[in-house]
Every structure is written in C-alpha cells, then in structure tokens.
C-alpha cells in the first residue's frame, strides 16, 4: 500500500481558507483515485471529495459543493484540498486516502490533519 502523509491542517477563524496537502510516498498509478475524509468529534468518518489520478474527474459531497477544491499535481505525487468559507462545523481531522479505481473501498489511508474553525 502506498504511504500518505497529510499537512497543512490548523487553527482559522470562520469565513477563513486553508489548503491541505496529501503527499503519496511513491509515484501514484494512473488507475489511482485519490480522497479526502473528514471525521469531526463524535461522529462518524465522511466523505469530503474525491480526484481521477488520470482526467482529474471529480467529486464533492453536498456540505463542501462550491467551497472545496480538489485537484492533484503529478509530478509531486501530491493531491490537495483548497477550502474556502471555512465553518465550525468544517472543524474535523481530515485524511487522505487511496485506491484503485476499479475498488469500492480506499485502502491506502493518511494519518490525519486537524482542522479547526472558530467562529
């Protein structure tokens, strides 16, 4: 499974942007998919987005439409999330993940990065 090492998580004030980064430890195959989660206190693991290694087709769930960007760069292995309009109840750890794109489940995860938003 290929290592995933998160960063760029941290303290903002509501309305605040931030950027996380997601860094594979090895070149990440064309026939990858790459997520990002977010589990906040209490509550269980969800899905944030999602990015086609190859044709950068994306996805977002409905609570991060419009405000979250993911995109990857392929020549640094490293996939990132642009959070915009930032909220309390964005205040969660968020973690990357990976599979391949033929899976259901991801199987290759980060250790997570806290994210928290004062209002």
């Known amino acids: 499974q290929v290592q995933l090492a998160e960063s760029g998580g941290g303290l903002v004030q509501a309305g605040d942007s931030l950027r996380l980064a997601c860094t594979a430890s090895?070149?990440?195959?064309?026939?990858?998919?790459m997520g990002w989660f977010r589990q906040a206190p209490g509550k269980e693991r969800e899905f944030v987005a999602q990015?086609?290694?190859?044709?950068?087709?994306?996805s977002y769930s409905d609570s991060v439409q419009g405000r979250f960007f993911i995109s990857r760069e392929s020549a640094r292995n490293t996939v990132y999330l642009q959070m915009s309009n930032l909220q309390p109840e964005d205040t969660a750890v968020y973690y990357c993940?990976?599979?391949?794109?033929?899976?259901?489940?991801?199987?290759?995860w980060g250790q997570g990065t806290q994210v928290t938003v004062s209002s």
């Open positions: 993940a990976a599979k391949r794109i033929w899976s259901a489940e991801y199987n290759s």
């Open positions: 990015i086609q290694w190859i044709g950068g087709r994306t």
């Open positions: 090895e070149r990440t195959f064309s026939n990858s998919v």
